[in-house]
């Protein structure tokens, strides 16, 4: 598969992006620029620290940015995106564009809770506050989305085959 079409992950926390995204980004080849990953580098702070320390609305902003710079330096690169970057409504009509292939990770609350609960580094969220930020961003995820995967009962290499095959058959 050549092209550089840089493959873009959303979808809420504990949907699977950064798993999948270092999977895929391994299994064919590619630099991955993980947001997450990016702030924990360059602050030293996760986002739950930033998010305590300068605001929820400070963290989204950085991430937004974080992904926009990505998205310019990263022809052919895998990003999982920070939630939040569906926010912007710019930033989604950017997505549908079609330069990058967008995939719209899900699972269910139960799963995306279960999965939150292992990591440090993700804000403190409640169920309810989870279940609202999805609900309110699930039209601008759908929107900028070329493919959907519920994550739910998928391991993430299972994940990253059904994005690989998807690949395969919309290659420009």
């Known amino acids: 598969m050549t092209g550089s079409r840089t493959i873009v992950l959303t979808g809420p926390m504990g949907a699977g992006k950064s798993s999948v995204g270092r999977r895929l980004a391994v299994r064919l080849d590619r630099p991955l620029f993980d947001t997450d990953d990016i702030i924990r ?16 609305r400070y963290l989204h902003d950085l991430e937004g940015a974080i992904f926009d710079r990505a998205l310019e330096r990263s022809s052919g690169a895998v990003i999982p995106a ?28 139960e799963e995306c809770t279960r999965r939150i609960s292992m990591q440090t580094h993700r804000r403190a969220t409640d169920r309810d506050e989870r279940d609202a930020l999805f609900e ?22 299972e994940v990253t085959e059904l994005v690989v095959n998807a690949l395969w058959v919309s290659w420009p």
Request: hydrophobic share 40%; aromatic share 4%.
């Open 41 to 56: 580098r360059v602050l030293g702070m996760t986002g739950a620290e930033i998010a305590e320390r300068s605001g929820i």
């Open 82 to 109: 920070a939630a939040s970057i569906v926010d912007d409504t710019t930033r989604v009509e950017r997505l549908r564009d079609g330069r990058e292939f967008i995939v719209l990770l899900t699972a269910s609350p």
């Open 136 to 157: 309110r961003r699930l039209h601008s995820y759908r929107r900028a989305a070329d493919l959907q995967i519920d994550t739910t009962s998928l391991d993430i290499d």
